[in-house]
């Protein structure tokens, strides 16, 4: 499902994206911050920011030590490097992503 995200519109609307993939969960959530280069404060830029965690809960209910966060830039190809990024992680640990428990044999982390 790693490669099924929206085009970029959906992103710069201001909508979030999240699914999973084997155990991995993500997230890619638009954001928008002051331009660096307007002195003023008063432009802004969009990025996104991806997150990744082990299932089987919500990001709200995984320890923030099981999460991992990557920034990238606000445009189709920041959404590109943000779903390569997805598949780095996937693929740089397939048994973190392969050995989760059932959300009945566990209790959220927070």
Avoid at 24 to 32: C, D, E, F, Q, S
Avoid at 41 to 48: I, N, P, R
Avoid at 54 to 59: I, K
Avoid at 93 to 99: A, I, R, V
Wanted: overall charge negative.
């Amino acid at each position: 499902m790693l490669d099924c995200l929206p085009i970029y519109h959906w992103f710069h609307c201001g909508n979030p994206y999240s699914g999973s993939e084997g155990g991995m969960r993500y997230l890619v959530a638009p954001g928008k911050k002051p331009d660096p280069a307007d002195e003023t404060g008063k432009t802004k830029v969009e990025y996104l920011t991806a997150t990744v965690w082990p299932g089987p809960w919500s990001l709200e209910h995984t320890a923030a030590e099981k999460q991992e966060h990557a920034e990238f830039e606000g445009n189709q190809a920041g959404l590109d490097a943000a779903v390569a990024w997805l598949h780095e992680r996937y693929a740089a640990e397939p048994d973190k992503w392969s050995d989760i428990p059932s959300i009945l044999d566990c209790e959220p982390d927070c």
